[in-house]
């Protein structure tokens, strides 16, 4: 996968958990963002992976992420790693 892949997939990861009022509302608890940095952190590397890691703490959720945008169930954790600085996982 292509970075250029990766950021497409992030961009439609955000916009997904954008759309579904409860995962929304779990992440910016989860991680103390707000909807401000939803808007504008969109393009930052760091800020996508966040969001990827987010929804693969779930099956459920990548699963309805996927089917929704015709991806493999595989394609969010690959995009994740494709992303710059998405490579090291730190999850102690």
């Avoid at 969001?51 to 959720?61: Q, R, S, T």
Wanted: proline share 3%; net charge negative.
């Amino acid at each position: 996968m292509t970075p250029e892949a990766a950021e497409t997939i992030a961009i439609e990861a955000v916009a997904w958990l954008i759309g579904n009022e409860d995962l929304r509302d779990i992440f910016l608890g989860a991680t103390g963002t707000n909807q401000d940095d939803l808007r504008n952190r969109l393009l930052e590397s760091d800020f996508q992976i966040s969001v990827l890691d987010f929804l693969c703490n779930d099956d459920a959720w990548v699963i309805s992420f996927c089917d929704e945008h015709g991806l493999a169930y595989t394609d969010p954790l690959t995009a994740r790693q494709n992303l710059p600085g998405g490579a090291e996982v730190n999850w102690t």
